[in-house]
C-alpha cells in the first residue's frame, strides 16, 4: 500500500512538474530538469524589481523543483546559473518533495 508521501510524489511528476501542464524544461547548474516559475506568487511576497542607486536592478524568479530532480536543499547564498543567467538563492524552502527557490540577480 503507497503512504500518502508515495502519493504525493507521484503527483509531482504526473501533474505539477509535468511540461505539458505547468512546467518547462531548464537548465540548472548545467542539468536539465523541468522548472515551474511562478511570477505571481513572487508578486506576492515582494516586489518583483528594486531600483538601486549604482544604476542596477534586482530581478527576482521564484522557481519550483522536484526535490529528486534537483538534489540536496541548496544553502541560501549559493549562486546557480539557471540557464545562462547566475542567480542567488535567497530562499530555499522544501515543500512535500518540491522545492521553492527565490533567486536573485542583479543587471546593470
Not at 6 to 19: A, L, P, R, Y
Not at 45 to 59: I, P, S
Not at 68 to 83: A, M, Q, T, V
Amino acid at each position: 500500500m503507497k503512504t500518502f508521501k508515495d502519493i504525493i510524489k507521484q503527483d509531482i511528476k504526473s501533474t505539477f512538474i509535468n511540461d505539458n501542464e505547468f512546467s518547462e524544461k531548464h537548465r540548472i547548474d548545467g542539468k536539465e530538469m523541468s522548472v515551474i516559475t511562478d511570477g505571481i506568487e513572487l508578486l506576492e511576497r515582494e516586489k518583483k524589481v528594486k531600483d538601486k542607486a549604482d544604476g542596477l536592478f534586482l530581478k527576482q524568479k521564484l522557481i519550483y523543483v522536484a526535490a529528486e530532480d534537483f538534489g540536496p536543499l541548496p544553502r541560501i547564498g549559493r549562486i546557480i546559473k539557471l540557464d545562462k543567467y547566475d542567480y542567488r538563492i535567497i530562499d530555499a524552502i522544501a515543500e512535500n518533495c518540491m522545492y521553492s527557490l527565490t533567486l536573485e540577480a542583479y543587471k546593470g
